[in-house]
């Protein structure tokens, strides 16, 4: 018998569904009070319908979504309080009934997968509204999208009213991740290019992971002048690029690579590790009493760093425990996957339309015949190395921009430059796909064709919801013939799966050579 349901990211169990234990290491009670908490989010939303809800049912709202996501939080008593905060909440708006979450994933399977795929995505859009918000962002057409979105999962639709759902979702998204990147880049300034070091300098340090740089900002500031050295990880890599971070000299380098490879990862340091957001894998005992959490990220026993009224956390535990560690005695050499020692970032938007012109000429005159954007989130199964090979077979007269964590399949490599440009630009985290948007639109205007005329393919890798709502966002504005892998999600069913290609030409990755063949010719 089952004794949870959830298919929500890409190594759910059988490519279909965790029904014993979550792959991520969820156990049933926490799956189970995640749909009940997403449930009682529905029984919310009635309950704000027609109303304007307050602050404090926003909140709730966006950190109760943001907590249901793949690798974020795995502690069954935060996912309780959170239940407890949503129904007083619903209580104080009038009340109403939840959504019976026994019901959440069933019914008819076209229904339930584009029901499910409107909810992995609003979880998705969640997280970076979230990071929005701390930088005190917010947008009412955006907050008032997450209660009109979970009141639709509550409703009956027909099959076009969904997929007309999951569209006006994706433009609700673009508007999210373009809150996110003015949040980030009026907080923090534009990123420029950078090579960050994959050297751990010796001495005590910290290292911090997940996708929140307000964290990584008190962080910094809290460590500054205390002999203590920074570093990221995974998806905070980007960080290196933005003018406000990186005037801190102890904000050293990136340590490690994607998420998959924690736990061996960060068993071999002598430093505390900080996890802002997803993706946490179960602490192993040699390394559990070295890590923290703190948002909404959680985990039964791992000591969380909460945050007062004003948003403010104090890092003095994990600061004493990287005092107390030491770090190494000497500095020490790491590598990323393929042997490189370096890593270059802060290819966002502002520093590739700011060499616009030298990138149109390049392509007029033949230098660059494509781009592809290779990016998305990595992830343990072996396939993944597609990736890796694809950059590598890309032919020299070809652009890859990349961004997310999928990109340490091949960030550490050398492919060369074309006219000064490296041909491997990372423009940032997941919700940097805004700024990828940015700069296919201005050069579709520049060339005076449609996106999908561009010489630009996107090759692209999902792991959990944040890629979604992404996906979402794309096929909203009409973009075709994008590569998907390394498996296609089990939630979309067989029919919905065959509208998408039909409407959106998707194509499911196969091998490097034949993909690069079908697209280049
Ligand atoms: S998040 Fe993924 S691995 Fe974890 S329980 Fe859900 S489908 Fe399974
Ligand atoms: S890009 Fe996706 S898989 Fe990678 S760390 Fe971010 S959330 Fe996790």
Redesign the pocket.
């Known amino acids: 018998m089952s004794k949870m349901f959830c298919f929500q990211c890409e190594q759910t169990a059988g490519c279909s569904g965790c029904t014993k234990v979550g792959i991520c290491g969820k156990q049933p009670d926490v799956a189970n009070k995640q749909d009940e908490l997403t449930c009682a989010l529905i029984g919310l939303a009635r309950a704000a319908s027609g109303k304007t809800p307050g602050k404090k049912a926003d909140e709730l709202m966006m950190q109760s979504l943001f907590a249901t996501i793949t ?1 974020v939080n795995f502690d069954s008593n935060r996912i309780d309080e959170l239940k407890e905060l949503v129904a007083a909440e619903k209580e104080t708006l009038g009340g109403a009934e939840d959504f019976l979450w026994e019901e959440l994933w069933k019914g008819n399977e076209d229904i339930v997968s584009l029901r499910s795929t409107l909810l992995l995505g609003i979880r998705g859009m969640a997280a970076y509204a979230y990071h929005a918000y701390v930088l005190g962002k917010k947008d009412s057409e955006i907050t008032s999208w997450f209660y009109k979105g979970m009141l639709a999962l509550g409703e009956e639709h027909s099959i076009d009213e969904w997929l007309n759902l999951l569209m006006e979702f994706g433009q609700i998204n673009l508007k999210c991740m373009a809150l996110l990147d003015e949040a980030n880049t009026s907080t923090y300034g534009h990123p420029t290019p950078v090579k960050v070091p994959m050297k751990i300098e010796k001495g005590p340090f910290i290292v911090v992971t997940g ?1 929140d740089l307000y964290d990584l900002k008190q962080l910094l500031e809290q460590t500054e002048g205390k002999g203590i050295n920074i570093y990221t990880h ?2 905070m890599l980007p960080a290196h690029g933005y003018p406000e971070l990186k005037k801190y000299a102890h904000l050293k380098g990136n340590y490690g690579t ?2 998959q490879n924690q736990q061996k990862e960060f068993a071999e340091i002598p430093a505390p590790i900080l996890f802002t957001t ?2 946490l894998m179960p602490p192993k005992v040699g390394y559990a009493d070295r890590v923290f959490t703190t948002a909404v990220v959680g985990y039964p026993e791992i000591q969380h760093i909460p945050e007062s009224k004003d948003g403010k956390k104090d890092f003095t535990d994990i600061i004493n425990k990287a005092l107390e560690l030491g770090g190494w005695k000497e500095d020490k050499q790491l590598t990323g996957i393929n042997g490189g020692t370096e890593l270059m970032t802060g290819f966002a938007r502002n520093t590739v339309l700011g060499v616009a012109d030298k990138v149109i000429d390049a392509v007029k005159a033949g230098a660059i015949k494509h781009f592809f954007l290779v990016g998305g ?3 343990a199964k072996t396939g993944r190395n597609y990736y890796t090979k694809f950059v590598k077979q890309a032919p020299k007269d070809t652009v890859v921009l990349t961004l ?2 999928g990109k340490y399949r091949f960030n550490d490599l050398d492919i060369g430059e074309i006219g000064g440009l490296p041909r491997i630009m990372d423009m940032g985290q ?1 919700n940097d796909a805004y700024s990828a948007i940015q700069v296919a639109s201005a050069l579709a205007n520049a060339f005076d064709c449609d996106i999908n005329e561009l010489p630009l393919t996107l090759v692209l890798s999902w ?2 919801q ?2 979604v709502c992404i996906l979402l966002t794309l096929l909203s504005l009409g973009i075709k013939n994008i590569y998907l892998g390394p498996t296609l999600p089990a939630f979309i069913s067989s029919n919905v799966l065959d509208v998408l290609v039909e409407k959106f030409d998707i194509n499911p990755i196969s091998s490097p050579e034949e993909d690069l063949n079908a697209i280049l010719g």
């Open positions: 690798n996708h995974s998806e994607a998420w997803n993706c989130c990595d992830g997310a964590c997941c792991y959990e944040k890629a």
